[in-house]
């Protein structure tokens, strides 16, 4: 999975990327300090693959992971090639899912790109951008096929629908709100336009370290934030990018501490995974054993044959069995014998659609 974050200069992206990966990308105030886009891979927190590596006293446990890309800060007319519009356009549109941080505090110290602190604003301000660019490769692809279309009927079908996402984008409004019609081919030529517009997105709600403990309920700009995201179909998690930049340097139990005593239950980084998980309709299973416990992110609704594809394209070609149990059961009973003993092992072919949190042993046959 690979999330790019953006958002106007000086709203606290590099910030919240350098705590997430601790990958020490530039930070400073003023814009374009990241000028390319800084990648960085994450673990993703999960304490089932922990304790299954204590089950089964591992070699190696590997968690599941995230691709961040810190994406150069976006003005106005950047999709007119405005500060560094273009080449943040092509970056975008390479991840599959966007985390747009949006600045929801005061602070005479840093400056706003526009003056004052209006997430209404900014939101529009990117969405726009991102809009004009979908706009522009809509315009060209029509053009491609307009004169075509007169004399086939499938391209004036592609014109009709094109026509019809323009009018929606036209309208101010996000082509992940665009409701394409039932059909193969429409469905087919929505997903080769690679509209940024249609990319899932989550709302990063920077706020203040006072906002956090009733996660920005009493902050007016967290109000409309999530207002905004609501109407577009997007997720939203209040985050406060100065306190995950400490978290960043504590260990695993001082972290705990730090945020028991903000009265804060989970951080940033554990927020964004649970949101960008539900948003792509994403879920793990495990594979454990003494030299490796594992986990794998699959897409909701995947088949046991795909599930063992994921680990390797020859446990997918010959796929025979899947040997599944649920993790809870596994961690309870202490061993896959005494699991198998209460016949809570299952012995499942290929229409098993896997489950978030099944600990699966493959059988196939190359």
Known sequence: MKLGIVGLPNVGKSTLFNSLTKAG??????????????????????????????????????????EFVDIAGLVKGASKGEGLGNQFLANIRE??????VVRCFEDTNIIHVDGSVDPARDIETINLELIFSDLEILE?????????????????????????????LENNRMARTFEVPDD???????????????????????????????????????????????????????????????????????????????????????????????????????TAG???????????GTKAPQAAGKIHTDFERGFIKAEVVNFQDLLDLGSLAAAREKGLVGMEGKEYVVKDGDVILFRFNV
């Open 95 to 100: 991840v599959d899912a966007i985390v747009h």
């Open 184 to 286: 193969e081919d429409a469905q087919g030529w929505f997903a080769s336009y690679n509209l940024l517009t249609a990319k899932p997105t989550i709302y990063a709600a920077n706020v203040t370290e006072d906002d956090l403990a009733d996660d920005g309920a009493s902050n007016a700009h967290v109000a409309k934030v999530r207002e905004m995201a609501k109407e577009e179909g997007a997720e939203v998690f209040v985050i406060c990018a100065q306190i995950e930049q400490e978290l960043a340097e504590l260990s695993d139990e001082e972290k705990k501490e730090y945020l028991d005593d903000l009265g804060v239950t989970s951080s940033g980084l554990d927020k964004l995974v649970a949101a960008s998980y539900r948003l792509l309709g994403l879920i793990s299973f495990l």
């Open 290 to 300: 003494e030299d490796e416990c594992r986990a794998w992110t699959i897409k909701v």
């Open 25 to 66: 990308a530039l930070s400073a105030n003023y814009p374009f300090a990241t000028i390319d886009p800084n990648v960085g891979i994450v673990a993703v927190p999960d304490e089932r693959i922990e304790k299954l590596g204590e089950l089964y006293h591992t070699k190696k446990v590997t968690p599941a992971t995230i």
């Open 140 to 168: 060209r692809r029509y053009t491609k096929v307009y004169k075509q279309a007169r004399m086939d009927k499938k391209l004036a079908k592609e014109v009709e629908l094109i026509e019809a996402i323009k009018a929606h």
